[in-house]
């Protein structure tokens, strides 16, 4: 899905590095499985990938800026970060993956208790930011048995902002999923819907 502007006066910021858009899907067509060691694994990893997806995003896009070749495969980068500490059962360890990407060469920090301006500050930094949100935007919506779906339990990447007459309309984010209809490239978020789904927790990246 396309970012779309919500309004004629509105503009588009983009990141000035070229960050791709990676699927959490695992390939199971490939003879190696993006890197996995089995099948098992491959489909136990899909549905918690979200982390690692985000994460080889903004590494392969420092990458990109610099003339490197991506990073490793998918499943042999879950491995090195569930080896490194970086997972748990509840999830991915945000200063865990910080400190994965800078085997890569590339710095970051893990801010908490934030809101979307902070998230914005750091992307006028030209800083790709890991963001903690409710998987498609549906915080504050209702499950099936009536309780409300809280924030944050997801990690997409926001890449960009977008601007109406000085006010900040919404975000730019890569949103992967293990669903194929969940997964978005630079999709547009209205900042309400981003506001009622973001944890406050995030992680923001540079060279």
């Known amino acids: 899905m396309q970012a779309m502007q919500p309004n004629e006066s509105a503009q588009t910021f983009l990141v000035s590095y070229p960050i791709p858009f990676y699927t959490q899907m695992v390939d199971f067509a490939d003879e190696h499985l993006q890197g996995f060691r089995s099948k098992e694994d491959a489909e136990h990893w899909q549905v918690r990938g979200c982390g690692i997806a985000s994460l080889k995003m903004v590494i392969d896009g420092f990458r990109r800026h610099c003339g490197e070749p991506p990073s490793e495969a998918y499943g042999e980068l879950v491995y090195r970060g569930a080896a490194s500490g970086a997972h748990c059962d509840k999830g991915w360890i945000h200063q865990g993956l910080v400190e ?40 504050g919506k209702r499950k099936p048995d009536g309780a409300l779906l809280a924030p944050g339990g997801h990690l ?29 490239e630079r999709h547009f978020v209205r900042l309400d819907d981003f506001e009622r789904s973001f944890s406050g927790a995030f992680l923001s990246f540079w060279l």
């Open 156 to 184: 997409i990447v926001a890449l960009g902002y977008v601007m109406a007459d000085g006010e900040l309309q919404g975000f730019i984010v890569h949103h992967p999923s293990s669903y194929a209809a969940y997964n978005w």
């Open 100 to 139: 994965l990407a800078a085997g890569y060469r590339v710095r970051g920090k893990s801010i908490r208790r934030s809101g979307a301006r902070d998230v914005l500050a750091e992307l006028e930094q030209n800083r790709p930011c890991i963001v903690s949100v409710t998987a498609g935007f549906n915080g």
